[in-house]
């Protein structure tokens, strides 16, 4: 039997919940052709987002074509040519020869290689002779736009981990050339997403930065409790076992709502339970995944400084205001400015996340495991 819940792999179908609103909203942006950036913390549920947006803009519109990009090991330009052009190939041509004809109407100076893959899927891919592509990049950041102008498509564009573009060579210049191009295209709609949510707000947010003002930037939230309810109880049902609103909603409240850790606390309860399950079944599920964690959440832990250390002992006991005085000395956290220097470092860690005056532990499980097995031992 399949498992009901789906973690760590893009969620789809009947793995799938909610969403409504958002999914309507980015529709109408893309419809609209405005760029559009989406920003969360990790593992909220982006990527399945505009997967799930795709397919079902694909379904109503065939001129409507989507382009997948994910430069999550993209390190350098000549990776980053190479890896865009391909899958813009790849998602735009229906045949090799397609594919041939299309590399030859939209380079003028640049003769790649185009390669196909032995696999009955035949992907193309395209590799290039990088001293001639340095010299006319101009010709694979337009790539988008000729092919759109010439299969009278729209194209939209969608690059995953897009702040992976910071770790290329002279990052400021080669943004500031990306956007200069990207924004003259017309044909061609971009949606920019990635997992490092710091990373990508500063991208868009700042107005020194290339991307500022590129679109609209959309910060998305958790799923709430209500769907997460109707969605374990159904997935208990499908499988032939069954589960309580209060159980359901207790699953839900212990990971925050956290899409990610939703589903893999209720897998691991679905495991336990023999045909209903119980509050001990979570029980025990949550200690088997924070012995599963524990290796990983220890070292975390051996990496943090007294003051950080202090601070999330604050904020697991459900602190809000670190800066009273109070506070300061039952947490030892020293002066407010240092409480916002540890905020800072807890941040970068992707350990926090902030969200105006509120700061939310960015794992519920690790948040958890500090209570449970690390301040009480301390
Ligand atoms: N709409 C949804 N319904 C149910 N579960 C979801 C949904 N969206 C996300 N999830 C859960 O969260 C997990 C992470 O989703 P996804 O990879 O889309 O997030 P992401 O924000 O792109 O993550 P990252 O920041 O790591 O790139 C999925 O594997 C799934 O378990
Ligand atoms: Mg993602």
Redesign the pocket.
């Known amino acids: 039997m399949n498992s009901p ?7 789809e179908g009947a ?5 409504e609103k958002e999914s309507a909203w980015l529709e109408q942006q893309l419809n609209a052709g405005i760029n559009t950036m989406l920003i ?10 505009v997967q ?1 947006v795709a397919a079902r803009m694909k379904r109503k519109d065939k001129k409507t074509v989507f382009c997948f990009i994910d430069l999550y090991n993209t390190r350098s330009m000549e990776e980053f040519a190479e890896v865009y052009s391909s899958a813009l190939l790849k998602s735009t041509s229906g045949s090799f020869e397609e594919a041939v004809a299309t590399v030859k109407s939209v380079f003028r100076h640049i003769v790649p290689a185009i390669n196909l893959s032995p696999d009955p899927s035949s992907e193309v891919s395209l590799s290039f002779d990088w001293k001639t592509v340095k010299k006319n990049l101009n010709e694979v950041l337009d790539m988008a736009e000729k092919i759109a102008q010439q299969k009278k498509i729209k194209l939209i564009v969608c690059v ?2 897009f702040q992976n573009i910071s770790y290329l060579e002279d990052p400021a210049a080669f943004q500031k050339k990306l956007r200069a191009h990207w924004q003259k295209h017309h044909h061609v709609t971009y949606v920019l ?3 490092r949510q710091h990373m990508m707000t500063d991208f868009f947010t700042k107005p020194s930065m290339p991307f500022y003002k590129f679109g609209e930037v959309f910060f ?1 939230e958790k ?1 709430p409790g209500k769907y997460w309810t109707s ?1 374990i109880t159904r997935r208990f049902k499908d499988t032939g076992k069954s589960i309580g609103e209060t159980e359901a909603v207790a699953i839900a409240g212990l990971m925050k709502n956290h ?2 850790f ?3 606390l209720s897998q691991a309860v679905w495991l336990k339970t023999s045909r209903k399950a119980t509050m001990t079944n979570i029980e025990e599920a949550i200690e088997d995944l924070l012995d599963q964690y524990t290796i990983l959440y220890q070292k975390e832990a051996d990496h943090l400084t007294n003051f950080q250390l202090n601070f999330l002992k604050a904020l697991a006991d459900g602190v809000t205001s670190f800066t009273k005085r109070a506070v300061l000395s039952d947490y030892d956290l020293g002066s407010s400015a240092n409480v916002k220097r540890i905020k800072e470092a807890l941040q970068n860690k992707e350990i926090i996340d902030v969200f105006g005056k509120e700061v939310q532990f960015n794992d519920p499980m690790f948040e958890l495991w500090l209570k449970k097995r690390y301040f009480r031992r301390r």
Do not use: C, M
């Not at 819940?5 to 969620?11: D, E, I, S, T, V």
């Not at 969360?40 to 987002?49: T, Y």
């Open positions: 819940f789906n973690y760590g792999k893009l969620a793995y799938y919940t909610d969403r969360s913390p990790r593992r909220w549920g982006k990527s399945s987002l799930h995953d981990e997403y990635g997992s998305l799923i969605f899409p990610y939703v589903q893999q």
